[in-house]
């Protein structure tokens, strides 16, 4: 019969560097906790949550006759500090698990070889999940001892501080639950302090709607004005809040080459995203995880990137933009050259191109009116700036 220690040998000799479990009789319930984060509207556009939040509450909800999750982490721990490409404002910054292939690809594949070994020897039912169901990982993960959430929400562990990618296989088998981790995070708010966004009303709880990880790959419409300042040279994801955690002093480099950043996903310079049509942008991150948000979003955050570097000499990468099939490309295009050239330059533009999309031209008008006001001067018009018949 498998033991619980055999299991653990198999998964880690499948490439994981943590492995722990808990029974089913020890799976944490988190409806209360998910409804009260839902009712306050903190996961923004990301409806599925709400859809479902009633399997989402217990792993149970999943597997009827669960004995056992396993909770499986990955190391993707970086060769250099993430938070040094924000003083280079002309090259873009690029979330550490991101700089390389899908870690759901590279997770699922070793998850999927063990759950056949457990099926075709030794008859025992599994399914595998890597972020992509309704399964609250971070809280399973802390039940079966892998690390602690932190007060950024995620998993902090007493080895790989805040990079770890988290996995979890449920079997059919029970297996007594491994010893639960503890909060280790005590009066700490660094992760806090550092959210350039304020994303966290209080300790423990995320705002998705003001976090740049959010912004940058969940939302699609025009980035908040007000938020879209703050974000820097980001344009996928955000390392900020894991980068300042303490506990990455025990931190290490990944051993997956799968996770070792490839040079164009390694702080590029702006000037080189800015000309990929979709063709090249599909091409480009065909592996990675950048994939997911298309072009007309990865555009739209390089060009917020643009716009917050304040560099003149992106201007004529910009231009092009100006006429991108694309609305919100266009209307982001506008907004990087005001934030650069201020509102006289961007008035000739605007005049020159005249955008026939009410969109984009709401843009220019919010702009101008924007404007107006750090001018002091009434901002109020009977007629439209430009003629959008």
Same mark, same amino acid.
């Given at each position: $019969?498998?033991?619980?220690d055999?299991? /653990? +040998?198999?998964?880690l000799?499948?490439g994981? #560097?943590? !492995?722990?479990?808990?029974a089913?009789?020890?799976?944490? =319930?988190?409806?209360?906790n998910l409804t009260?984060w839902l009712?306050?509207g903190y996961? &923004?556009?990301?409806?599925?949550?709400s859809?479902?939040?009633d399997?989402?509450?217990?792993?149970?909800?999943l597997?009827?006759?669960l &004995? +056992?999750v396993f909770?499986l982490?990955?190391?993707y721990?970086? #060769?250099a500090d993430?938070? @040094?490409?924000l003083k280079?404002?002309?090259?873009?910054?690029i *979330? !550490? @698990?991101?700089?390389?292939?899908?870690?759901?690809d590279? $997770?699922k594949?070793?998850? /999927?070889?063990?759950a056949r070994?457990?099926r075709?020897?030794y008859?025992?039912?599994a399914? %595998?999940?890597?972020?992509?169901a309704?399964l609250?990982?971070?809280?399973l993960?802390?039940?079966?001892g892998l690390?602690?959430?932190?007060k950024?929400? =995620? %998993?902090v562990?007493? *080895?790989?501080?805040?990079?770890?990618?988290?996995?979890a296989?449920?079997?059919?088998h029970?297996f007594?639950?491994d010893?639960?981790e503890?909060?280790h995070? &005590?009066s700490?708010?660094?992760? $806090?302090v550092a959210?350039?966004t304020?994303?966290?009303p209080?300790? @423990?709880?995320l705002d998705?709607?003001?976090?740049?990880s959010?912004?940058?790959?969940?939302y699609?419409?025009?980035?908040?004005? #007000?938020l879209?300042?703050k974000m820097h040279?980001?344009?996928y994801?955000?390392? %900020?809040?894991?980068s300042?955690?303490?506990?990455?002093?025990f931190?290490?480099?990944?051993?997956?080459?799968a996770?070792?950043a490839?040079e164009i996903? =390694?702080?590029p310079p702006?000037s080189?995203?800015l000309?990929?049509d979709?063709?090249q942008?599909r091409s480009?991150f065909r592996k990675?995880p950048?994939?997911?948000i298309?072009r007309?979003s990865f555009?739209?955050?390089?060009? =917020?990137?643009?716009?917050?570097s304040r560099s003149?000499?992106?201007?004529?990468?910009i231009i092009?933009?100006?006429?991108?099939d694309s609305a919100i !490309?266009r209307?982001?295009?506008y907004r990087?050259i005001f934030?650069?050239?201020g509102?006289a330059v961007l008035e #000739? @533009?605007?005049?020159?191109y005249?955008?026939?999309?009410?969109s984009v $031209?709401?843009?220019?008008?919010?702009?101008r009116?924007?404007y107006?006001?750090?001018q002091?001067?009434k +901002?109020h018009?009977?007629e439209?700036v430009y003629?959008i018949?």
């Amino acid at each position: $019969m498998l033991q619980k220690d055999s299991l /653990k +040998t198999i998964l880690l000799d499948a490439g994981f #560097d943590q !492995v722990a479990c808990v029974a089913a009789k020890d799976v944490p =319930n988190i409806s209360d906790n998910l409804t009260k984060w839902l009712e306050a509207g903190y996961h &923004g556009d990301l409806a599925w949550m709400s859809r479902n939040a009633d399997k989402r509450a217990s792993a149970k909800n999943l597997m009827p006759n669960l &004995g +056992t999750v396993f909770m499986l982490g990955l190391n993707y721990g970086p #060769d250099a500090d993430p938070l @040094y490409i924000l003083k280079h404002p002309k090259r873009a910054a690029i *979330s !550490v @698990y991101a700089q390389n292939e899908d870690y759901h690809d590279v $997770m699922k594949k070793r998850l /999927k070889s063990v759950a056949r070994l457990l099926r075709d020897k030794y008859e025992i039912e599994a399914k %595998i999940f890597v972020d992509t169901a309704p399964l609250h990982e971070k809280s399973l993960a802390q039940k079966a001892g892998l690390g602690w959430q932190g007060k950024h929400s =995620n %998993i902090v562990s007493r *080895s790989y501080g805040s990079w770890l990618f988290l996995g979890a296989m449920l079997i059919t088998h029970e297996f007594p639950s491994d010893k639960p981790e503890i909060d280790h995070c &005590g009066s700490c708010q660094k992760c $806090m302090v550092a959210c350039p966004t304020d994303a966290f009303p209080k300790p @423990y709880v995320l705002d998705a709607r003001k976090c740049v990880s959010y912004l940058t790959i969940e939302y699609k419409g025009m980035l908040p004005r #007000d938020l879209a300042r703050k974000m820097h040279n980001m344009i996928y994801g955000c390392d %900020i809040c894991l980068s300042v955690c303490p506990w990455n002093k025990f931190a290490t480099l990944s051993s997956e080459a799968a996770f070792h950043a490839r040079e164009i996903a =390694n702080n590029p310079p702006l000037s080189e995203l800015l000309s990929l049509d979709d063709a090249q942008f599909r091409s480009l991150f065909r592996k990675s995880p950048i994939k997911r948000i298309k072009r007309e979003s990865f555009i739209r955050n390089v060009l =917020n990137a643009a716009g917050n570097s304040r560099s003149h000499d992106l201007i004529k990468f910009i231009i092009p933009l100006l006429t991108d099939d694309s609305a919100i !490309v266009r209307a982001t295009a506008y907004r990087a050259i005001f934030d650069i050239s201020g509102w006289a330059v961007l008035e #000739d @533009y605007a005049e020159y191109y005249n955008d026939k999309n009410d969109s984009v $031209m709401q843009e220019i008008e919010a702009l101008r009116k924007e404007y107006m006001e750090s001018q002091g001067k009434k +901002t109020h018009l009977t007629e439209p700036v430009y003629d959008i018949a």
